[in-house]
């Protein structure tokens, strides 16, 4: 197969599936690398800014500033003793943190770090594949990381881990479908599914321009696919202890580590590929800069927009506490299912509308009253109904006045009878 002498500034589906064995290999190897080192220089992120937000000074005794204490984890866990439980299920017991770790990292293969570049001669995009739906393939994987989560539950035979696994398969259901729907008004935009297309499609305006909602939705769900606060709920150490991975220790905890970490930078650097144009330049420099969206510095501007989300993560984890699950179940059934589904009407209805040849200025006028209308009668009905203050009346009647989730003394089960 002939090389091309210069290579495309954007590459398409079709420049994948040529590369040499060595360049592919060389690509997987990079990915993992990168993954790994985005892992550990996260972890120190997090120790330190939280620190700094809770007047502590946090790591800063191995390395310097506390940069190698992510590798003293490591270590620490490796040399750790292996418990494992008599009476749990020993090998889905042991499988249940690969699945769960693995999917973390096949996700990050589609995503785009920059465009074609040359690699010892050879042009090759800066992705490790792409498919025609390959934002399904996130959502594939993400899906199958929640089986090693449930089955770790299932698989230690423990109230608690058996609590924390049902917890994060409910969990899964209220707030995947609705990141899925937020997926589709990008796919209407971009008219693919393809991660290359998405970028390519937003050359000239970003999609949180045109799809705030869709991103604002994305967003929420995200932070409860990462299994962090203010939605760690199968890991509530409140009530669950440790919740699904209560009973494990050494490599096969750091594993569930590892897959936690590793989602966070997979969902951030999905939300810059869908919706902050993926490796382009911010508009300021890519108009004064005629080159800031060719060779290999798209991959710093990834880079930016991908930590200023993990920043967000972080910054969300000092700032917020965990909600209950009441809450969390029906933030996504009642809220963001609804809001996904009329976002995606609204915008499927504009693109038949603008693809008629009728005015956008009109179109967004008569839409952004639509919207407005909706949220009003939206917030009324609420009002209205006050459905919030009669859950809220509920639980104060039936928790006890001292404040511990127990049944009233005075219940006919304490008193010996049926």
Known sequence: MPVRAVPPADPTLEDFGRDPWWLIGGKVLAIFAFLMVTMLVAMWVERRVIGRMQLRTGPNRAGPAGLLQGVADAFKLALKEDI?????DKVVFVLAPIMSAVPAFI???????????????HHT???????????????????????????????????????????????????EIAMGLSFVAVFLFAGTM???????????????????????????TMMGESNRIPFDLPEGEGELVGGFHTEYSSLKFAMFFLA????????????????????RAPAPIST????????????????????????????????????????????????????????????????????????????????????????????????????????????????????FPVPPMDAPHYHGHR
């Open 84 to 88: 494992v439980p008599r009476q749990v």
């Open 107 to 121: 996700s990050f293969a589609i995503i785009p770090f920059g465009p074609t570049v040359s690699v010892f001669g």
């Open 125 to 175: 995009p800066l992705q490790g594949t792409d498919l025609p739906v390959a934002v399904l393939v996130v959502l594939a994987m993400s899906s199958m990381g929640v089986y090693g989560i449930v089955l770790a539950g299932w698989s230690s035979m423990s109230p608690y881990s058996l609590l924390g696994g049902l917890r994060s398969s409910a969990q899964v259901i209220s707030y």
């Open 194 to 220: 393809s991660t290359t297309g998405i970028v390519n499609a937003q050359a000239d305006r970003w999609f949180i321009l045109l799809l705030l909602p869709s991103f604002i939705i994305y967003v929420i």
């Open 260 to 279: 936690e970490y590793i989602n966070l930078a997979t969902l951030s650097a999905l939300a810059t590929t869908l919706f902050l144009g993926g490796w």
């Open 288 to 403: 004064v800069w005629e080159g800031a969206n060719t060779g290999w510095w798209p991959v710093l501007w990834f880079l930016v927009k991908m930590w200023a989300f993990i920043f967000f993560f972080i910054w969300l984890r000092g700032s917020l506490p965990r909600v209950r699950y009441d809450q969390l179940m029906r933030l996504g059934w009642k809220v963001l299912m609804p809001a996904s589904l009329g976002w995606i009407l609204l915008v499927a209805t504009v693109r038949a509308l603008r693809n008629e040849g009728y005015d956008m200025r009109q179109i967004a006028l008569y839409t952004a009253i639509v919207a407005g209308v909706v949220l009003v009668a939206t917030v009324l009905w609420e009002l209205l109904r006050g459905e919030g203050d009669k859950d809220e009346q509920i639980v104060r009647e039936v928790t006890p006045t001292a404040g």
